[in-house]
Structures are given as C-alpha cells and as structure tokens.
C-alpha cells in the first residue's frame, strides 16, 4: 500500500540531477532491516509505529531522496505529488506575511521546504524521525536548526512557533495523530496555524495502481487497520495509518484546532507520468491529497 512511501512520492521528472550520496555507517535500526517483509494488516501501536519508521525512513532515506529530488527541488515548497506548491497556493499566508516568523516544519525529510522558507525570511526548524533524512537536509545545506525527534513528542517550549507544516510528514505514520496535533497546538503560539498534507483518506479503499486496477475498489474505507511490513519474527518495519475523513477533521477538532480549509489538489495537466499509485488516470478521477489547513486560537 506504501501511500506515502517513495512509491507515492516518485518524481513524474526525469532526474537529472541525482544527489551525491555518501556511504554511511548502517544504524542498529538499519542493520535490522529484512529484505523481503511481508505485507499485512494488523494493530500497530504508538511505540511500535515510531520505531519501524524511524528504522525504514533511516533505511530507504537515500532512495527517497534519489527518486524524488528533482521533483521536490531543493528549495520549493512542495506540497503533495500532485505538485501543488506553496507558492501558488499560500496556505500558510502570502510569503511577503512569512518574514521573521518561526517555523516548524515536521517530518521534514531533507528539508526542501524550510530551504523555501528561509528564502521569505522566515526561521525555521526542521524536525524529523530520521536521522539519515536530516543527514541528506545536510548534504543540500541548511541555515537553520535540525532536529532528530519524534513529532508526537517535541522538545520545544510552549509558545514557541508562529506557524508549522509538515508535506506527507509524520501524521500519515503515527498511530494516534492526536498526540502531534496536541504537541504541535502546545509549541504554537496563540493564533498561529499548522498546514498539513496526508494521502487523501478515499485512497485507502483502492488499490495502490495507476492504471484501471487502481479504480477498483478492493477494501472498506472505514477499516482502520493499519498496513504493516513485517520482518520473519513478526516485528514491524514499516507501518502507515488509516484515518477516514471525518476521523481526520475530528482529530484536528477535539486538539485544540480550528479547521480554516480543507484542500484537496486537482491533479494539473502538466503531470503528464504515471508512478507508483498515482497516475493522471486516477489523479483526474479520485482525489489523492488532503491538505488540512488549522489554527489555533
Ligand atoms: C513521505 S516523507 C516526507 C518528507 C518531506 N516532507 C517531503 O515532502 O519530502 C515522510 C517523512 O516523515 C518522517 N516521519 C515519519 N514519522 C515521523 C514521526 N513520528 N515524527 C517525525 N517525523 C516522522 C519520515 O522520517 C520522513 O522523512
């Protein structure tokens, strides 16, 4: 299924321009990583979601980034692989508004979008699980702070932001998203916003094909049984969670949020490539994206 995996972020470009990747040392986490694990559905639970992402994305880091690079570009603002990016849509105000105000972006990867904007003048900070993503926001080059954390426990002070983002970061992975809708609420400050994206809930009912496959639908959209990859013991290496769209506004609800607008991209003309599950196909006739645009007051 892998929604919001490297298979639902492949580049519908080219690349030309791969990124020069060091050889590193493998992680524990990485070390530990099967080679052929099994596709199941089953319950995953907070600790156990955290840590099978934090060994795949430190694992599958490099590849994410090899795909996807051109695509995300290493100073736009992305929102989803429909190719929706901030300049145009300005979900988090108008970016001459974005001048000196403390961003927090999570489940940053390599930090394509804090490069964006600390281009407005803002000052971000990037957050993620994976220590191999923060290493390749290196690589490119950052002016701002990285942090290695868990979105679900942040260690910044109350108050501490006046905005935070996250493109297909974090909450698609974790078992209760209202763990990082509250902290994300907590280091806000009073009227500040939080935008996220997550592969639109509709998905989850059909196959993960671009072609005519994937307009079948092979499951019920109101299972929440999370999609697992497990290693020959049983031990989860990759997990991602199901929300359906009601759950989703209520989450965002009962933490503290206002829902200001939900956007759901149309896939553009322009995007032409099929790849993974998405496809103009689909992408013309199901929505693919959910942005959730929140504030707090
Ligand atoms: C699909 S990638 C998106 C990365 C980046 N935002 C982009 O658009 O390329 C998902 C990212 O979320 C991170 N992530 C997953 N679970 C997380 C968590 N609980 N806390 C923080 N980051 C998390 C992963 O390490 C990965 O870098």
């Known amino acids: 299924m892998r929604h919001a995996g490297p298979t639902a972020r ?3 470009q080219t690349s030309t321009r791969e990124p020069v990747i060091q050889e590193h040392v493998a992680s524990e986490a990485e070390a530990d990583g099967p080679a052929d694990p099994e596709a199941t559905r089953r319950a995953a ?6 840590r099978a992402n934090r060994g795949w994305w430190d694992r599958n880091a490099d590849e994410y980034q090899i795909e996807h690079g051109t695509f995300l570009g290493d100073d736009r603002f992305v929102w989803c692989p429909e190719g929706l990016d901030e300049v145009e849509a ?3 105000g108008p970016p001459e ?3 000196g105000k403390d961003v927090l972006e999570i489940g940053a990867g390599a930090a394509q979008c804090s490069r964006w904007l600390t281009a407005q003048g803002a000052r971000p900070v990037a957050l993620d699980l994976s220590h191999r993503q923060l290493q390749h926001a290196l690589r490119i080059g ?3 702070p990285l942090v290695c954390a ?3 426990v942040l260690p910044f002070a109350d108050g501490s932001f006046d905005l935070a983002c996250s493109a297909y970061g974090a909450l698609p992975f974790v078992a209760d998203p209202r763990l990082v809708l509250r902290e994300v609420r907590r280091v806000l400050r009073p009227g500040g916003r939080f935008v996220f994206s997550v592969t639109h809930p509709l998905r989850w009912a059909f196959p993960d094909e671009p072609g005519p496959e994937g307009l079948s639908v092979s499951g019920s959209y109101f299972d929440r049984t999370p999609y697992v990859e497990q290693d020959d013991e049983g031990r989860a290496v990759y997990v991602e969670h199901h929300r359906t769209l009601g759950d989703r506004v209520r989450d965002v609800v009962t933490s503290g949020f206002r829902l200001v607008d939900l956007v ?3 896939w553009p003309d322009w995007n032409t490539s099929e790849w993974g599950g998405w496809s103009p196909l689909r992408g013309r006739l ?3 994206t959910a942005i959730f645009v929140c504030e707090r007051d």
């Not at 639970?45 to 955290?50: I, P």
């Open 97 to 99: 508004d974005l001048k």
């Open 264 to 266: 759901e991209p149309e």
């Open 286 to 288: 199901i929505p693919g």
């Open 45 to 50: 639970g907070v600790t156990e979601s955290s």
């Open 10 to 12: 492949k580049s519908p």
């Open 90 to 92: 300005e979900l988090l």
């Open 142 to 144: 950052s002016s701002f």
């Open 150 to 152: 868990d979105a679900a």
